[in-house]
């Protein structure tokens, strides 16, 4: 069997650019896209914590460093600058592979600072 597993994730990143006119994608500090696990061109799935807008598109790079998350072709109208959004990708795992996945989760805080990164989520409480 073939499970589709979280495979990186940005948590709580703010939308920093909405860019109509622009090659349809999402812009994402390098260094963002290095540590959630995440490659140019991958499909990912936006959701907005703000409006409740769950769209997909794919990852294209922004300068390293630059704090950079933006909106780019239709996907700027799902969005506003500021947003809080959910950057998030799957992965396909065999049983073997999935019984030994980690992914890697990434949290921002203002300015889209890294505040902690893991590879866990609690267990939530009733």
Same mark, same amino acid.
Request: a negative charge; charged letters at 25%; glycine letters at 8%.
């Given at each position: &069997? *073939?499970?589709?597993?979280?495979? =990186?994730? $940005?948590? &709580?990143?703010?939308?920093?650019?909405a860019?109509?006119?622009?090659?349809?994608?999402?812009? @994402?500090?390098? #260094?963002?896209? /290095?540590?959630?696990g995440? /490659?140019?061109?991958?499909?990912?799935? @936006?959701?907005?914590?703000?409006? =409740?807008? /769950?769209?997909?598109?794919? +990852? *294209? $790079?922004?300068?390293?460093?630059?704090?950079? @998350?933006? &909106?780019? =072709?239709?996907?700027?109208?799902? +969005?506003?600058? =500021?947003?809080?959004?959910? *950057?998030?990708?799957?992965?396909?795992?065999?049983?073997?592979?999935?019984?030994?996945?980690?992914?890697?989760?990434?949290?921002?805080? #203002?300015?889209n600072? @890294? #505040?902690?990164?893991?590879?866990? *989520?609690? +267990?939530? +409480?009733?």
């Open positions: &069997m *073939i499970r589709t597993l979280l495979k =990186g994730k $940005l948590h &709580m990143a703010r939308v920093t650019q860019e109509l006119w622009y090659d349809g994608s999402c812009a @994402i500090d390098g #260094e963002l896209v /290095r540590l959630a995440l /490659r140019e061109f991958e499909q990912i799935d @936006i959701y907005n914590v703000d409006n =409740g807008e /769950r769209f997909s598109t794919y +990852v *294209i $790079l922004a300068e390293a460093g630059s704090r950079t @998350i933006s &909106m780019n =072709g239709a996907a700027a109208r799902k +969005v506003q600058v =500021g947003d809080r959004v959910i *950057i998030a990708a799957y992965g396909q795992f065999d049983e073997a592979e999935a019984d030994k996945h980690k992914p890697k989760l990434v949290y921002l805080g #203002e300015g600072q @890294i #505040e902690r990164t893991t590879n866990t *989520i609690p +267990v939530q +409480v009733a």
